[in-house]
């Protein structure tokens, strides 16, 4: 999974002493983990019973210096709001929002922690985790790969959409 997210966001293969750093959870500096951004990554905004139990709490000690070209690009890339709008400052003055995400999804958190930080910033906000499913699975609606959750999800983002875009609830 490492390997397909790094060819989407990057656009290339990942390399083996990068995929390396990125399974052993070494690919974001010490530097980023303590800068303004890691308020936005909070575990807490994570309901416990989605946390995996065997995270392992790796040790945090790569240094900067010891970092590629490749993963101080990756983590430009992962701080820019145009990429991972959970990294925007400010969330205030957006419109409703309406965010699927997938138990198995590798972007689960990601989605939770963005709901978490748009409600406190006043947006309102509707967010579904949808248990048993992966990321693509609202895609699977007609045949041959028929998901019923794929169905629901999608019924229930056009129900979002007409109450959202016609004020009707």
Same mark, same amino acid.
């Given at each position: 999974m490492v390997k397909f997210w790094w060819r989407y966001a990057m656009g290339t293969n990942i390399d083996a002493k990068t995929l390396k750093s990125a399974l052993a959870n070494q690919h974001i500096s010490t530097t980023l983990r303590q800068s303004k951004y890691s308020r936005h990554v909070r575990r807490?905004?994570?309901?416990?019973?989605?946390?995996? /139990?065997?995270?392992?709490?790796?040790? @945090?000690?790569?240094?900067?210096?010891s970092f590629s070209d490749? @993963?101080?690009? %990756?983590?430009? @890339?992962i701080t820019n709001p145009t990429f991972s709008p959970l990294m925007a400052d400010n969330l205030k003055d957006l419109p409703k929002t309406y965010i699927v995400t997938a138990q198995y999804d590798i972007l689960r958190d990601d989605g939770i922690m963005y709901a978490k930080r748009l409600e406190e910033a006043g947006v309102s906000v509707r967010h579904k985790n949808y248990p048993g499913t992966v990321h693509g699975f609202m895609? %699977?609606?007609?045949?041959?790969?028929? @998901?019923?959750?794929?169905? /629901?999800?999608?019924?229930e983002l056009v129900i979002f959409l007409k109450e959202a875009l016609c004020n009707k609830k």
């Open positions: 807490d905004a994570v309901p416990k019973n989605l946390w995996s /139990r065997d995270v392992k709490n790796f040790p @945090l000690t790569t240094q900067v210096d490749e @993963l101080i690009t %990756f983590q430009k @890339l895609m %699977f609606t007609k045949e041959p790969v028929t @998901l019923n959750l794929g169905k /629901r999800a999608l019924e």
